[in-house]
């Protein structure tokens, strides 16, 4: 246990369904992630959460919306998405945001989009 | 470009040998960082490594950094079948604030 959770672990939607993803931390971080795991492909960025505030928005296309109302929890919210943003997303807190941190991964929602 | 490679993508080995994975970078970086993952989990953090230091240790864990040929090497010791994982090496580029991961070494331990 990382201390970080994720529900839920499996999804399976439809392109046209509106769902969403939930993190929740319990290490009394400030800031948190959204990554996106593909098959043979590096660990993407997609967003970062620096209490509360959004400080990066890695060209993310808007059918993902992330939300972010308190330092613990962390939201992604996906609707009409396409059959390639299936993948293994992954949520991760770290102390801050400032450089360096390491960083504690949930054990990830494993969507799949049909 | 990546900035973290690994090398190997993937590694078999019997149990009891050691292991040993590569990861180069491109640019300057204030630390490195290595993490595993189990199939289908989220990463577990291992060992952060600061660019002004050559060696850390934790455990079965060695970790080595070179700054100046910009690669870094994890060897696991006398391996064991739950060390089955994915490994990853992570680096911090200054000013960025981001963590840029490799594609990762594909570690097998057989029984």
């Known amino acids: 246990e990382t201390g970080v959770t994720q529900t839920p672990r499996h999804l399976v939607m439809g392109m046209t369904n509106k769902k969403s993803l939930k993190c929740e931390q319990h290490?009394?971080?400030?800031?948190m992630y959204w990554y996106k795991q593909s098959a043979k492909k590096p660990l993407e960025l997609m967003f970062v959460?620096?209490?509360?505030?959004?400080?990066e928005n890695n060209s993310v296309p808007s059918r993902f919306s992330p939300e972010c109302p308190n330092s613990s929890h962390l939201f992604l919210h996906l609707h009409t998405l396409q059959p390639e943003d299936s993948a293994l997303y992954l949520c991760?807190?770290?102390?801050?945001?400032?450089?360096?941190?390491?960083?504690?991964f949930g054990p990830g929602t494993r969507l799949l989009v049909l | 470009s990546q900035q973290g490679e690994e090398d190997p993508q993937a590694l078999s080995i019997q149990e009891g040998e050691n292991a040993t994975m590569n990861c180069s970078y491109k640019?300057?970086?204030?630390?490195l960082q290595w993490y595993r993952q189990n199939s289908g989990r989220g990463l577990v953090h291992l060992i952060l490594?600061?660019?002004?230091?050559r060696e850390k240790h934790s455990g079965r864990l060695r970790v080595t950094l070179d700054t100046s040929k910009k690669s870094s090497s994890l060897l696991i010791t006398a391996s064991r079948a739950a060390d089955t994982a994915s490994y990853f090496c992570?680096?911090?580029?200054?000013?960025?604030?981001?963590?840029?991961f490799g594609q990762g070494t594909t570690l097998q331990v057989k029984p």
């Open positions: 640019t300057s970086i204030n630390n």
């Open positions: 290490l009394g971080h400030n800031a």
């Open positions: 991760a807190s770290s102390q801050d945001s400032a450089g360096g941190r390491s960083q504690y």
């Open positions: 959460y620096n209490f509360k505030e959004q400080t």
């Open positions: 490594i600061r660019s002004n230091e």
């Open positions: 992570a680096t911090d580029p200054p000013n960025t604030g981001k963590l840029i």
